[in-house]
């Protein structure tokens, strides 16, 4: 019989090995979380999901609470919600703020303190902490980490652990100088570091953002693309301000071949798309030297070059190369046309060296 647990009421359906969050995000029932991360183990460290589960004394942990046949769970009443207020009364008295005493919000990939800060509001106003974490010297391009805004929920440590699997980072010191940090606080370019940005990606507050996107703004409609860099075909969210890429990102976990991850290529190197050498129109070769044309005039061109090759040579006088950069598809369709329109079997590509 399929198990079935009670969550507000509503009596659902559930896998085994689903937690509380899981069938209630399916439900629609939006539980604040910050340390949860579909990607990862879950670890129950900053309670900012906690819920009632009937017969527990305690409120428990919905990310790492799995789903019980018969359990009956509330998510959200006056008990959770001062729980979740005090807790983020906590989270802001030690937290870098802005002028309206809210998390700062650096541009990251989200922050989803300030957005619960915002929706939920705080408890009791405490004594700000002056924060103690330190700091490391870290002159790589890419990975900015502000210990200020950082609330030690390990997401980064864990995704470069479970995901990206080089632990380059890790949290370090006790109490509440707890920090992320290298092996003897190196800079990321002298550890195991790849770049990749992951700990970016899953940061909950901002605390880990793109460095050179530094205090820019998500653009809040990205365009989704295909990245170039390679043949895995990973889809990329580009982020445009004043004309130019501002950032790059993952579209979620779960919806696309890349699974919410990059690499350092596909998430910090889009900049040669601005660069004055680039190509930005078809060029044609007359009396000896490039001009700029259109596609029209170009395809035809390359079209009637390459049919009076074959009217005076023969088809396999031809030879069609691709690249691993282009997309499963375009690749296909070069040895289609290579096949179908001009006869040859000639075509190759440069992965399969
Ligand atoms: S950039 Fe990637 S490899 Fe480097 S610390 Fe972050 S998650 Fe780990
Ligand atoms: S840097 Fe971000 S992801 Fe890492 S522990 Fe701090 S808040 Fe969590
Ligand atoms: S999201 Fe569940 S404890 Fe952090």
Known sequence: MTPKITIDGQIVPFEPGETVLDVASRLGHAIPSLCHEPRLKPTGAC????????????L????????????????????????????????????????DGLPVDQGGTGNRLRTHVKDLGTGPALEPLTAVRRDRDDSN??????????????????????????????????????????????GLLDSSCEL????????????????????VPR??????????????????????RDGRI??????????????????????????????????????IRVDGE???????????????????????????ALGFVSSSRCTGEENYLMQKLARAAFGTNNCHQCAAT
Not at 47 to 58: A, F, H, I, K, P
Not at 229 to 234: D, K, N, P
Not at 260 to 266: A, D, H, I, S, T
Request: net charge neutral.
């Open 47 to 58: 309670r900012m999901c906690l819920v009632e589960v009937q017969g527990q004394r305690r």
């Open 60 to 99: 428990q942990p919905s990310c790492a609470w799995k789903a019980e046949d018969g359990a009956v769970v509330t998510t959200r009443n006056d008990r959770i919600d001062t729980h979740r207020r005090t807790l983020l009364s906590m989270y802001v008295a030690d937290h870098a703020l802005d002028a």
């Open 141 to 186: 391009p890419y990975v900015h980490f502000d210990p200020a805004s950082c609330v030690v929920c390990g997401a980064c440590v864990r995704y470069c652990d479970e995901v990206e699997a080089v632990s380059a980072i890790s949290l370090i010191d006790r109490g509440r100088r707890t920090t992320i940090g290298t092996a003897d606080q190196q």
């Open 196 to 215: 990749c940005g992951g700990c970016i990606a899953v940061c909950p507050t901002g605390a880990m953002t793109e460095k050179p996107a530094l205090g």
């Open 219 to 240: 653009d809040p409609e990205p365009t989704r693309t295909t990245c170039n860099f390679c043949g895995v075909g990973c889809q990329v969210d580009i982020h445009v």
């Open 246 to 283: 501002s950032r790059v990102t993952s579209p979620p976990p779960g919806t696309t071949v890349n699974d919410g991850n990059l690499c350092v290529k596909g998430r910090f190197a889009m900049e040669f798309v601005h660069h004055p050498e680039r190509l930005t129109s078809p060029m």
């Open 290 to 316: 490039l001009v700029p044309t259109t596609w029209d005039v170009a395809l035809q061109t390359a079209a009637r070059g390459l049919l009076g090759v074959k009217q005076r040579h023969g088809a396999d």
